[in-house]
T-cell receptor, first 113, second 114 residues
Framework: AQSVTQLGSHVSVSEGALVLLRCNYS??????LFWYVQYPNQGLQLLLK??????LVKGINGFEAEFKKSETSFHLTKPSAHMSDAAEYFC???????????FGPGTRLSVLP | DGGITQSPKYLFRKEGQNVTLSCEQN?????MYWYRQDPGQGLRLIYY?????DFQKGDIAEGYSVSREKKESFPLTVTSAQKNPTAFYLC??????WGTGELFFGEGSRLTVL
């Protein structure tokens, strides 16, 4: 069965530091991959998505992610954290042939002043 | 503006009562979904619908029911059979009927059982 793992349920970084949130997936078919952000008591907002075009994907708010097939990974990065980046981040995967989305458990990002 | 509207935002229910959460979208999307979110567990799929008058159970459908009589509407009923209904509920929709388009989410409904 397809699955998504996110290493670290809680990540803390200092303002201005690099943000790295990890996502690995398991799949027997090529995936579509997504990162979503959720602020408290709100819905999820799409940050970026990989749909088999360029392996380095740029998203909103300065985030980007790189699809590495050999590592089955889709890690999210941002060069310099901002206080407004504090939120929960979810990696998600979907596939062809009618499979629905599978979400990772989420990583809560804290940004320290 | 196009989007997904969920209501109510907050809802309190006594044990034994059924409640219905509303989800309306004006994005002209074919597919709609209901997810349940609990702390530390990510999102779990309750029901989904790829087309009007058709829907399928997700991973945790027990104690829930849905209908899809109109393309833009996908209400979720939390029945008294749901043993632990306190949670944050998210409705979503997508352009592609077979799950390859990204999901668009509503703002969520928080249900608390007293």
């Amino acid at each position: 069965a397809q699955s998504v793992t996110q290493l670290g349920s809680h990540v803390s970084v200092s303002e201005g530091a690099l943000v790295l949130l990890r996502c690995n997936y398991s799949s027997s078919v090529p995936p579509y991959l997504f990162w979503y952000v959720q602020y408290p008591n709100q819905g999820l907002q799409l940050l970026l998505k990989y749909t088999s075009a360029a392996t380095l994907v740029k998203g909103i708010n300065g985030f980007e992610a790189e699809f590495k097939k050999s590592e089955t990974s889709f890690h999210l990065t941002k060069p310099s954290a901002h206080m407004s980046d504090a939120a929960e981040y979810f990696c998600a995967v979907t596939f062809n042939y009618g499979q629905n989305f599978v979400f990772g458990p989420g990583t809560r990002l804290s940004v320290l002043p | 503006d196009g989007g997904i509207t969920q209501s109510p935002k907050y809802l309190f229910r006594k044990e034994g009562q059924n409640v219905t959460l509303s989800c309306e979208q004006n994005l002209n999307h074919d597919a709609m979904y209901w997810y349940r979110q609990d702390p530390g567990q990510g999102l779990r799929l309750i029901y989904y619908s790829q087309i009007v008058n058709d829907f399928q159970k997700g991973d945790i459908a027990e104690g829930y029911s849905v209908s899809r009589e109109k393309k833009e509407s996908f209400p979720l009923t939390v029945t008294s059979a749901q043993k632990n209904p306190t949670a944050f509920y998210l409705c979503a929709s997508s352009t592609a009927a077979w799950g390859t388009g990204e999901l668009f989410f509503g703002e969520g409904s928080r249900l608390t059982v007293l």
